[in-house]
């Protein structure tokens, strides 16, 4: 004997289509994981990057990131990237960029290839630098589908009114992550998903080498609300300037 199972109304049926969409949303939710990046607690980032001067206001950029969370108990992220350095105009840098990253105990993502295409635009008034960063990347997770991501930072140097043969500069920026396409990571459902702020400064010790200590707050849009975590960072950057031969005639 069979049975007959109508909906009485179309509310009714509107209902139970938004609760079916909602469930199959929450169980694709749960399946994703969070990003490796995302730092936990009180962070400690040491970075290290060499710059060397090529012909024709170019040059060849390497760096070295290592990044503790946990207190600095746990290295859960290191990379290193590098890329040619491209500046057609005093107010233009362009850098494609290749990077290699490593999540050291993370038991489902164990490493990352990035491209990054670098535009900086900047300018010098004064005391004042004025910068704006933009960085495309795409993410080459080990075990998730590629993915794109936009970076915007806008920032501020200001050298500081000090008398030193190298005064110290007072660095100021905030960086927007936007992911406008797929997202194979967990996160709030908004393409806005994480959020740096950084203030620091840099202290010159010589022509060619220099170093930063900065703090930066960095909020992640996850599932459950965006988490924020603190970050103490020191940053030395080495520029080696080519030696070129004048000829005889």
Not at 55 to 75: C, I, M, Q, T, W
Not at 173 to 184: G, H, T
Request: positive net charge; glycine residues 8%; hydrophobic residues 35%.
């Amino acid at each position: 004997m069979g049975h007959n199972f109508r909906l009485r109304s179309p509310s009714t049926c509107a209902v139970l289509m938004c609760t079916i969409l909602l469930a199959i949303s929450a169980q694709a939710q749960q399946q994703q994981p969070e990003d490796p990046e995302d730092d936990k607690k009180i962070g400690i980032w040491l970075d290290q990057g060499i710059s060397t001067t090529l012909p024709r206001n170019k040059s060849f950029d390497v760096e070295f990131h290592e990044r503790f969370d946990e207190g600095g108990a746990n290295l859960y992220e290191y990379f290193v990237q590098g890329g040619v350095a491209f500046r057609p105009r005093p107010w233009l840098t362009v850098i494609p960029i290749y990077r290699y990253q490593r999540y050291p105990g993370n038991s489902r993502i164990a490493y990352e290839n990035r491209l990054q295409l670098n535009l900086t635009l900047s300018t010098q008034r004064g005391p004042l630098r004025y910068s704006m960063r933009t960085l495309t990347e795409g993410r080459f997770p080990d075990d998730r589908d590629a993915s794109a991501r936009l970076r915007f930072r806008p920032g501020i140097d200001y050298t500081l009114p000090v008398r030193m043969a190298r005064p110290p500069v007072l660095v100021v920026n905030n960086e927007f992550f936007l992911v406008p396409w797929y997202n194979p990571f967990a996160n709030g459902g908004s393409a806005y998903t994480q959020n740096r702020g950084q203030i620091g400064v840099r202290q010159p010790i010589t022509d060619s080498f220099a170093m930063r200590i900065y703090y930066l707050w960095q909020s992640v849009n996850l599932p459950d609300g965006w988490d924020t975590n603190e970050i103490v960072g020191i940053s030395l950057s080495l520029k080696i300037q080519r030696r070129t031969r004048s000829g005889v005639n």
